[in-house]
Structures are given as C-alpha cells and as structure tokens.
C-alpha cells in the first residue's frame, strides 16, 4: 500500500506562490502515476496535475503556464510549484498515486491539505 502525505498549504494573497510536497512511502520510480487534485467549496473533486515514472506531465487548462509538477526520486517526492496563484485555486489539494499491482491499477489518496488564496 502506498502511503501519501501532503504539506506545503497555507494562506496566500493573489498573485503569491505555494509549493505543495507530497512525500511518497515508496520509490516514485515504482509508481506509475502521482498527481495533484482538488476540491474547492462545494465542487468536486478536480485534476490539476500529473506526472508519470517515464517523468511526463499533465496540467488542467485552468492551471497551465501558472503550476509545475515535479519528482525528486531521492526523496520519493512530488512537488507541485504553484505562481500567480488566484482566488479560484482556493481548495484542498490532494495527492494521488497511481500504481500496478499484480496487473490491476491501484489507487491512493493523501488526506490533503488547505490552500487558501486570498484577493
């Protein structure tokens, strides 16, 4: 089972910047997929970035040329660089990973962590 835990949240003014951590029990090179989602108030739960074993990235629209993904295999890390951050990215983001097991793709959730943009 693989185990996630986020840090890095906290209260920030518009146009600031956060970097999330999402620290791994396992090697992220065993992993096929750790991403970032959220959830803001009264929506559901939405992807915001991913990124692969193979290093490949995703990005909503919302967030692209604001947000990086990225891996510290030393670490077993990802990290989620987060610029010019606007009210509307107010949310809990959670970490996810994305794993095979046995042939089957096994899913894993973070308990997530509070991101507050203020105007």
């Known amino acids: 089972q693989v185990q996630l835990m986020e840090s890095g949240g906290g209260l920030v003014q518009a146009g600031g910047s956060l970097r999330l951590s999402c620290a791994a029990s396992?090697?992220?090179?065993?992993?096929?997929?750790v991403g970032w989602y959220r959830q803001g108030p009264g929506k559901q739960r939405e992807l915001v970035a991913t990124i692969t074993s193979g290093a490949a990235t995703d990005y909503a629209d919302s967030v692209k040329d604001r947000f990086t993904i990225s891996g510290d295999s030393d670490k077993n890390t990802v990290y989620l660089q987060m610029s010019s951050l606007k009210p509307e990215d107010t949310a809990v983001y959670f970490c996810n990973a994305v794993k095979r097991i046995y042939g089957l793709m096994r899913t894993y959730w973070g308990q997530g962590t509070q991101v507050t943009v203020s105007s």
């Open positions: 396992e090697r992220i090179s065993t992993i096929d997929s």
